[in-house]
């Protein structure tokens, strides 16, 4: 069964260092995005990108944020700047169209910030 | 309910009973509802989905029902197993913003007792 896998499965990172979350969606998958989960609370939407450029973004997607598809495979997440909050589950998911559609989201991966 | 943090609404159910959990939505516009299931250190695991111009869908062992008039749905899942344990998040989306990003619930915990 196809699956989004993600890399690493956990990233330790000095605050103000810069972390780069990778993502490998579903092949035929067209959307992407990126959420994150803190410890305890509820999973919360980062980003959407479709046709190469962001779609949507949340208020915690900040200049620090930054999104990529360099390639036909694989959908980066890069945080320039860390910071001790952006500690967090983040999760990479696809999905074949946009309305009504079921997401498939990665296993996540845990970034701790020290 | 609702909870904070890391205080989880937790359902206990003894195995072979059913569940049901509930998830309060909060975009009235929202066409599009979804229940995962997220394990211990895991992604959000799709179990089913519902349109907004249904009541109710059933799968195997799990029925959603969704009542638009106050805003709610539920996931009931039949003959409860030890394997039903987890976090169970509802999601919304749609709702005009543009793209199907999804909008979680706080989750619930669901234990099965032996």
């Known amino acids: 069964e196809p699956e989004v896998t993600q890399t690493p499965s956990h990233q330790v990172t000095q605050m103000g260092q810069e972390v780069i979350l990778r993502c490998v969606p579903i092949?035929?998958?067209?959307?992407f995005y990126w959420y994150r989960q803190i410890l305890g609370q509820k999973v919360e939407f980062l980003v959407s990108?479709?046709?190469?450029?962001?779609?949507?973004k949340s208020e915690i997607f900040d200049d620090q944020f930054s999104v990529e598809r360099p390639d036909g495979s694989n959908f980066t997440l890069k945080i320039r700047s860390t910071k001790l909050e952006d500690s967090a589950m983040y999760f990479c998911?696809?999905?074949?169209?946009?309305?009504?559609?079921?997401?498939?989201f990665g296993q996540g991966t845990r970034l701790t910030v020290v | 309910g609702e909870s904070v943090g890391l205080h989880l609404p937790t359902l206990s159910v003894q195995e072979g009973d059913n569940s049901i959990i509930n998830c309060a939505y909060s975009?009235?516009?929202?066409?599009?509802f979804i229940w995962y299931k997220q394990e211990s250190g895991k992604g959000p695991q799709f179990i089913i989905d519902?349109?907004?111009?249904?009541d109710k869908r059933q799968g195997q062992r799990v029925t959603v029902l969704l009542n638009k008039t106050v805003k709610h749905l539920s996931l009931q899942i039949a003959a409860t197993q030890p394997g039903d344990s987890a976090v169970y998040f509802c999601?919304?989306?749609?709702?005009?913003?543009?793209?199907?990003?999804?909008?979680f619930g706080t989750g619930t915990r669901l234990k099965v007792l032996a």
């Open positions: 998911a696809s999905s074949l169209g946009q309305a009504n559609t079921e997401a498939f």
């Open positions: 092949s035929n998958h067209l959307y």
């Open positions: 990108f479709y046709n190469n450029e962001i779609s949507e």
């Open positions: 975009n009235s516009a929202s066409d599009y």
């Open positions: 519902i349109r907004s111009n249904m």
């Open positions: 999601a919304e989306a749609g709702g005009g913003s543009g793209t199907y990003k999804y909008i």
